[in-house]
């Protein structure tokens, strides 16, 4: 079956344009004129789903003559200034609407915790925030209208109030592709309820060594596993309205000890095994661009990495779309920024995400083409890949789309969430029946994690290191605890479920049957959670841990002791495990994560995970994994895959 999008450009826009662009544009052709079929037929795909065997490419999308004409007429009568406007990404927080207009640049950001005024901000604060921006950039010389980027990584999580899903580790565990088209879906619609629609996720980064920060932004160590689920996630986004973003190209998750922004070592094969068999899998689906990683592939950038950017991913995979470069990341190549601006481009970077030095960067881009460092063709190249991206995204038909206020944290969107929250959770050991617990059980629960919504739902909530610590934010506001607008706490998801029976919630050890502790690590994003030190009270480790764990010893031998993890990663356990009767894996479940915990306590539904990643015994099996040929799973404490359920 072959699925055909009709775009159809409306009268509205055209008028639009014509009444705000100057006689440099081209000319727009009427809505008879233009019939733009898309056809990224991803059905195609599936029925062809390997590469040509000759060229290794994936044919799949298939751009319609009258859309390049269009787009063509752009590159034809833009300006080099206004070419290297286009490429060019600004963050809000430095940026008017005011210099969009003049400067004419194609893209803006919000970093993660970026908002428009405060981290309680309302959609229509957001979208309003987006309108301004947007009607002077259809304003500005060209009238091409900006495509607007977010950290959108576990639901829209900049925004107040968004249902916030787990974290990828635990989409890992769950392991089900339906489920990540819908996650896609509902983080599409969270996303446009404020107007913005390009998303900065998946990041399918194939995590190697559990000490880096960013364990918890991969979905497994196992390369295959990512494949579907990879797919599966970006046309949920994509299908419903939001471009998606393959990042971080490429070895982001392979780097020396963990090191964020590192380097990985390897030969081609094997980073090509390991790293990039995701990257088939996002073309596939037409991912619409993909970020560069800040680290190395055997000491080179990849911001500067032409073989692996142009010659692998765009010529070989046949990437149609455009490449963006991440936060800063050129200011880390050698030489002034002019210089860095050469070696990112000429090695195949489109879009430069520039925060604050964006000015600097649109001269510099434009010095550069003057001085030949930069030919007139790798400029068109970016432009025709970002316009085309713009094109297909809906922006020239309607740059001002916005979802009802009313997709916010439905109904339909807490279910998604409160399900993969379920299919997340991984049982590590369940000894004398200790799970599930009976509505009859008087439950006293205790540690750090045990009803605080920041805790479970880690970084990138709401703030850039989670609504949970002591950072301070972009508005300058001391980041206040569990303050996501959305969520509900174990305790308080417990309680609630056993409402009408006779357990209860106690609030002494001593009273209860069953003893739940749950232990936490702190919130953390990218490099703040590399961690050498990973026990369940060192490192990130939440510092009421401790005391936590003492209560398991004491209580272990006369009471039912359930212990839950809420972690980016597994944590080395040392011989904490004998004190619980059994043990859960809960990864970092989100705005639903009480319920969707207790939901599988009480025994409503099974558990269904499995692990995405080895759980090492010690810290010298840290990075031996199921990639490793010999790997022995009985050498490690429990072996990728594994996973209990109520049936063992
Ligand atoms: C991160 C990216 C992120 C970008 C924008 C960078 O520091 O590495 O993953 O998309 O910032 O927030
Ligand atoms: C931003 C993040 C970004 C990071 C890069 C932070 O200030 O909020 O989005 O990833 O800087 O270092």
């Not at 190395?296 to 490449?323: A, C, P, R, T």
Request: charged fraction near 20%; glycine fraction near 10%; hydrophobic fraction near 35%.
């Amino acid at each position: 079956m072959k699925k055909v999008l009709t775009i159809i450009l409306s009268l509205q826009l055209v008028f639009l344009l014509a009444g705000c662009t100057t006689e440099s544009t081209p000319d727009i052709p009427t809505p008879d004129e233009i019939d733009c079929e898309v056809t990224p037929n991803h059905e195609d795909c599936e029925t062809n789903p390997d590469p040509d065997p000759e060229t290794n490419y994936y044919y799949c999308i298939d751009l319609d003559e009258e859309c390049l004409t269009l787009v063509e007429g752009f590159i034809d009568s833009m300006t080099l200034r206004q070419k290297a406007g286009q490429m060019v990404q600004a963050e809000r927080g430095d940026i008017s609407p005011a210099e969009v207009k003049s400067y004419g640049v194609g893209s803006i950001l919000s970093g993660g915790g970026s908002h428009p005024t405060s981290f309680d901000n309302t959609p229509l604060q957001w979208y309003n925030m987006y309108v301004d921006y947007q009607t002077k950039a259809i304003e500005s010389g060209t009238g091409i209208p900006i495509i607007y980027g977010i950290d959108a990584v576990h639901g829209n999580n900049n925004l107040y109030g968004a249902t916030i899903f787990p974290h990828n580790i635990g989409l890992g565990a769950a392991n089900d592709p339906e489920l990540m088209y819908e996650i896609g879906r509902v983080t599409a619609e969270e996303m446009l309820v404020t107007g913005i629609n390009w998303n900065f996720a998946p990041a399918m980064s194939v995590v190697q060594d559990i000490r880096w920060g960013r364990t918890y932004e991969g979905f497994s160590e196992d390369p295959v596993l990512h494949g579907d689920l990879i797919a599966s996630i970006i046309l949920g986004m994509e299908e419903n309205g939001v471009s998606a973003t393959a990042k971080h190209f490429l070895g982001d998750g392979g780097t020396s000890g963990g090191h964020d922004r590192g380097n990985t070592m390897g030969t081609e094969e094997m980073i090509r095994e390991l790293y990039l068999a995701p990257y088939y899998d996002a073309i596939e689906a037409n991912v619409d661009t993909v970020m560069i990683s800040y680290s190395s592939i055997n000491g080179s950038k990849m911001h500067q990495n032409g073989y692996w950017i142009n010659d692998v991913l765009k010529d070989e995979l046949g990437f149609e779309g455009f490449v963006i470069s991440d936060w800063e990341a050129i200011h880390e190549l050698s030489g002034d920024l002019e210089t860095q601006i050469v070696l990112s481009v000429n090695a195949g970077v489109d879009m430069l995400m520039e925060p604050n030095a964006w000015r600097e960067t649109i001269s510099g881009i434009e010095s550069a083409v003057s001085s030949n460092r930069i030919t007139t063709e790798r400029i068109d190249d970016a432009i025709r890949r970002i316009l085309t991206v713009k094109y297909y995204r809906g922006l020239f038909e309607d740059p001002f789309a916005k979802l009802d206020d009313s997709y916010l944290g439905n109904e339909d969107h807490l279910a998604v969430a409160r399900e993969a929250v379920r299919k997340s959770l991984v049982l590590l050991k369940n000894d004398n029946s200790s799970l599930p617990l009976a509505k009859t059980h008087k439950i006293y629960i205790t540690g750090p994690g045990a009803n605080s919504i920041g805790l479970q739902s880690g970084g990138w909530s709401t703030h850039w290191q989670g609504a949970y610590s002591n950072f301070w934010s972009w508005d300058f506001e001391m980041i206040p605890n569990d303050q996501l607008g959305s969520g509900i706490g174990i305790e308080d998801a417990l309680s609630e479920a056993l409402g009408g029976f006779s357990g209860e919630i106690v609030n002494s050890p001593e009273l209860a049957d069953t003893i739940i502790i749950v232990l936490s690590e702190n919130p953390y994003a990218e490099g703040f959670g590399d961690n050498y030190d990973m026990t369940l009270t060192t490192g990130n480790a939440h510092s009421e841990n401790e005391a936590a764990l003492q209560i398991a010893a004491q209580y272990n031998d006369s009471k039912n002791v359930v212990g839950i993890l809420l972690s980016g990663r597994p944590l080395l356990l040392e011989d904490n495990l004998q004190n619980f009767d059994s043990f859960i894996a809960a990864w970092l479940p989100g705005s639903e994560g009480g319920h969707g915990i207790s939901d599988v306590l009480f025994g409503e539904f099974d558990f269904t995970g499995t692990l995405s990643f080895t759980w090492p015994n010690n810290y010298e099996q840290i990075g031996y994994n199921m990639n490793d040929d010999l790997y022995d799973p009985s050498s490690v404490l429990f072996p990728y895959g594994f996973g209990l359920s109520y049936q063992d």
